[in-house]
């Protein structure tokens, strides 16, 4: 999960016997079309674990989207 490239801004959570998903998140004003905008004009993710972690800034940085978008997974 750590390498798949993808349009999340977090990284994805999994194991053998568990598939969490996206471990962070963002806030965002949503305008009456739809578009949403970032909390504050940039992005800040937010990250914790599934349990009863602390919420932190995350420092993770999103691998560059593959060309059309396609995820090779190498």
């Known amino acids: ?14 194991s053998k016997t568990s598939n969490i ?10 305008d009456a079309t739809g578009d949403r905008k970032p ?8 990250t914790t674990d599934s349990g009863n972690g602390p919420v932190v800034k995350s420092t993770f940085k999103r691998p560059a989207i593959p060309a059309k978008g396609l ?4």
Request: glycine share 14%; net charge neutral.
């Open 21 to 30: 998903g996206h471990t962070g998140y963002y806030m965002a004003v949503m």
């Open 39 to 46: 909390y504050g004009g940039s992005v800040v993710l937010y």
């Open 71 to 74: 995820p090779t997974n190498s």
């Open 1 to 14: 999960g750590s390498t798949f490239a993808s349009v999340a801004y977090s990284p994805l959570a999994y």
